[in-house]
């Protein structure tokens, strides 16, 4: 094995091993590791034909002690179950889950990126329906894999923003649809948006399906948005431009508005969740509701966030439909960079995690 840590991108590198279990007659047999990376499947799979699949990602971390972290897999495990529910699929135990990760970290361990490269140990476990049924209906039979491959930046930016434009043509969910399962049609569905961006030079930013009134997801991650407000009487309007150091945070007269979307279209983003702690605990006011797209102008500052890109700031937003810009800067704003500092410090065990959030591995 030789990689070169530092040019790692969000692209399959491939490991030594992958881990499987399988499904039948509603049985679950316990997982294991195997050097083959094919999935043998019946050709007539509602999985292939309907599909009813979903997946999940989740990493593992070398932290400055040289322990080994996995961050919040047992809500990655409860996710998925979730969305085997919502597809009726046979869903994988909570503890299956787990004991699949643990197993493919250890078979892979040497491809653990080391602490200093800021690369991680990625896990996709996948859930993929294989009973044979060509009849519209849902499969019970299922194939369970986790798939490990060391990853760098999601975004090849990583922590220092891309523009996103806003997409009011195709919708990536339905409001009452598969939005909130981590099910593959969602991406799907969301490609063609996606690559008309990327054309151009931006990323996508979606708006509701029903009214394309409201931010949906940006990419293929959770909006988040931090707002300055101000609690006294005769103090800087809302408006206000956008704080330009850290130490602003600390200012008396200011709180910050952490917002983000609340929709059930909308994934519930495992790292956002963990962002609003964070946030609460630094005294900001978390919120969750419908977000205008004008309301952008209102903001200081913008990202997407998700496992795989942790925080990606944005540094403005097109809208073509309206022929406006919402700007916020060339670099991360104060409140994002400390927010985005504070998960990876307990990610990678700079910090105490008094949250719980970590698997140490030793």
């Not at 049985?27 to 699949?53: C, F, N, S």
Request: proline letters at 6%.
């Amino acid at each position: 094995m030789n990689i070169d840590w530092s040019k790692l991108t969000f692209h399959y590198t491939e490991t030594d091993y992958i881990v499987r279990a399988a499904c039948k007659n509603g049985v679950w047999e316990r997982p294991y590791a195997t050097r083959d990376k094919m999935i043998p499947i019946h050709a007539a799979a509602t999985g292939l034909h309907y599909g009813q699949e979903c997946f999940e990602g989740l990493k593992a971390f070398r932290g400055v002690d040289d322990k080994v972290r996995i961050f919040r897999m047992e809500e990655n495990a409860k996710r998925m179950y979730h969305s085997a529910e919502g597809l009726l699929m046979t869903p994988v135990p909570v503890e299956l889950f787990c004991e699949a990760i643990l197993l493919a970290l250890e078979k892979n361990i040497a491809f653990l990126p080391p602490y200093e490269t800021g690369a991680t140990l990625y896990f996709r476990p996948l859930l993929v329906a294989t009973t044979p049924d060509i009849s519209v209906g849902p499969g019970k039979d299922c194939e369970f894999v986790v798939v490990p491959t060391p990853i760098g930046p999601y975004f090849p930016n990583g922590f220092k923003g891309m523009p996103a434009i806003v997409n009011r043509t195709i919708d990536r969910a339905a409001p009452q649809g598969t939005g909130c399962w981590k099910v593959g049609g969602n991406y799907a569905a969301s490609f063609r948006a996606s690559e008309a961006a990327h054309a151009m030079g931006y990323e996508c930013m979606f708006t509701d399906a029903k009214t394309h009134k409201y931010i949906d997801e940006c990419t293929a991650s959770n909006f988040i948005a931090i707002k300055q407000r101000s609690h006294l009487q005769g103090s800087a309007p809302t408006t206000a431009k956008r704080s330009t150091g850290v130490a602003n945070l600390q200012r008396s007269d200011l709180t910050f508005e952490y917002l983000t979307p609340r929709s059930t279209a909308i994934l519930p983003s495992i790292t956002n969740d963990s962002l609003m702690t964070l946030a609460r605990e630094m005294g900001m006011k978390v919120t969750r509701r419908h977000i205008r797209v004008e309301e952008l102008a209102d903001m200081q500052e913008a990202a997407a966030c998700g496992t795989a890109c942790v925080i990606s700031p944005l540094t403005k937003v097109y809208d073509p439909d309206n022929d406006i810009t919402y700007s916020f800067g060339d670099k991360p704003g104060p409140v994002l960079t400390k927010l985005y500092h504070a998960l990876q410090d307990i990610q990678y065990g700079r910090t105490e995690d008094t949250h719980g959030w970590c698997l140490v591995v030793e």
